[in-house]
């Protein structure tokens, strides 16, 4: 029987690409997702519906699997990544990769940094193989700047001066893809990021040399930027107070880490974000 593998969060950012590039190479995929009817994947992918919430559905899933991609939606831990671990293991899995996030563990990151922690002590303390993946900031996540440059109003900036390793989100999932594939890379965590720190006006700047007008920005004081977030994205409470801290950790340069990580496992220098912004131009137009 072919090798199968499990890719949990398979139509999110990271999962769908992952899927992608396995079934590119002729990888047999099993896709998981909460609702199979909405889910998008090439041919030959087989797609499953499961929830954390629902071990059976978790068994199912895992039934024949070789190898498995845990993905869990943002926010805190709820015994998410052990449901899936435990499954695993009684499946027969024999290979674990699960992406995790960059500062795992540090508390000046705030509430965040708390959420990947005991995900990757279940993966780490599972007795089967595994990678851990922390990514830096994704470049995808310009494309929650579509509504102001729809409007005409500059991006909100809530980082100042401080620097990120931007990563193309390709590049993690190419990453993941190698270390589900291949033996190599177990017990290993791969801080991921892009060849360069680079700030919020740094891709409002290579932003707009790939689309050929002006990307402006504004900043944004801690107060604003609290606004910001009750406002434009409905937050509340401890939750503004979490994303507050975060920011300020950003702010303080905290989140300029650049690591040869990516480079090392994919044999070439990991993508700029120029490169993400002029592959993604068309998700701009009209904007």
Not at 53 to 74: I, Q, Y
Not at 150 to 171: F, L, W, Y
Not at 229 to 244: F, I, N, P, S
Request: proline share 7%.
């Amino acid at each position: 029987m072919d090798p199968m593998i499990l890719v949990t969060g398979a139509t999110g950012t990271i999962g769908k690409d992952v899927v992608r590039q396995l079934a590119g190479r002729g990888a047999k995929v099993r896709a998981l997702t909460r609702d199979p009817v909405k889910a998008t994947v090439p041919a030959g992918v087989e797609v499953v519906r499961g929830d954390y919430a629902e071990p059976a559905s978790l068994e199912a899933a895992l039934a024949g699997a070789t190898a498995a991609f845990l993905v869990r939606p943002a926010g805190p831990e709820e015994g998410q990544d052990a449901a899936l671990v435990a499954a695993a293991r009684a499946a027969g899995v024999e290979r674990l990769v699960k992406l995790s996030a960059i500062a795992t563990g540090d508390p000046a990151t705030g509430p965040s940094g708390s959420w990947h922690v005991a995900g990757e002590r279940a993966v780490r303390d599972s007795g089967l193989a595994w990678t851990v993946l922390r990514p830096s900031s994704f470049a995808s996540n310009t494309l929650t700047w579509l509504p102001a440059l729809r409007t005409g109003e500059p991006v909100p900036n809530m980082t100042g001066d401080g620097a990120s390793g931007v990563i193309d989100p390709r590049d993690i999932a190419e990453v993941a893809v190698r270390a589900l594939l291949d033996a190599g890379h177990a017990g290993r965590t791969y801080t991921l990021t892009g060849p360069e720190a680079i700030t919020v006006p740094g891709q409002a700047a290579v932003l707009a040399e790939v689309l050929g007008r002006p990307v402006p920005t504004r900043d944004l004081s801690p107060d604003e930027t609290r606004d910001f977030l009750r406002t434009a994205w409905g937050m509340e409470g401890a939750q503004v107070d979490g994303v507050l801290t975060g920011v300020a950790f950003v702010r303080a340069g905290g989140n300029a880490v650049v690591t040869e990580d990516a480079r090392e496992v994919l044999g070439r220098p990991a993508r700029t974000y120029r490169e993400w912004a002029e592959d993604h131009r068309g998700a701009f137009a009209g904007s």
